[in-house]
């Protein structure tokens, strides 16, 4: 999970105008951000599965 401050930088960095919160170019940063994370997280424990299947389920979006 990102953390509100994280999200926020990611927001200001990819963001349209001043309150642009759900253009395409946000969302996939977010949704990259995560994936990277778990990818990182199944390197240190890749017996998760139960977090495997959220991947997958982020990755299919």
Avoid: N, W
Avoid at 41 to 53: A, E, G, L, M, T
Wanted: aromatic fraction near 4%.
């Amino acid at each position: 999970m990102l953390t509100p401050t994280e999200k926020q930088a990611i927001i200001k960095k990819y963001e349209l105008h001043q309150v642009d919160t759900g253009s395409p170019e946000i969302q996939i940063a977010l949704l990259c951000e995560e994936i990277r994370r778990l990818l990182l997280h199944f390197k240190k424990h890749p017996k998760d599965f139960h977090s495997k299947r959220g991947l997958l389920k982020m990755v299919a979006r």
